[in-house]
């Protein structure tokens, strides 16, 4: 059996959202990947765990990369390839 929350989660790929709730951030940026083709790098291990709620576009990338920075302390650096890496904020 599915719950109707799971089933919204999977068949949110339908409405082009992003919605999941209390999902590590690998989860989040794998999904991203899936829509887009930004290679995204976590550097710091200990921010692949960090649990987040989304509903968000993946074309939204930047907006997220916004919020990573102001809620969980992260410091998006962009590569001269056009990677992202994401690591601690040393502020």
């Not at 919204?8 to 999902?23: F, P």
């Not at 992202?84 to 904020?89: A, D, E, N, Q």
Request: charge should be negative; glycine fraction near 4%; aromatic fraction near 6%.
């Amino acid at each position: 059996r599915v719950s109707a929350h799971e089933l919204k989660e999977k068949l949110a790929w339908k409405d082009q959202i992003i919605d999941m709730v209390s999902a590590p951030l690998e989860e989040i940026l794998f999904e991203f990947r899936r829509f887009g083709d930004v290679e995204i790098i976590v550097v710091d291990e200990d921010l692949r765990n960090i649990r987040m709620s989304v509903a968000i576009k993946p074309d939204n990338l930047e907006d997220f990369i916004d919020l990573l920075e102001l809620a969980e302390g992260v410091k998006a650096i962009n590569t001269p390839s056009g990677s992202i890496l994401l690591t601690r904020s040393s502020d």
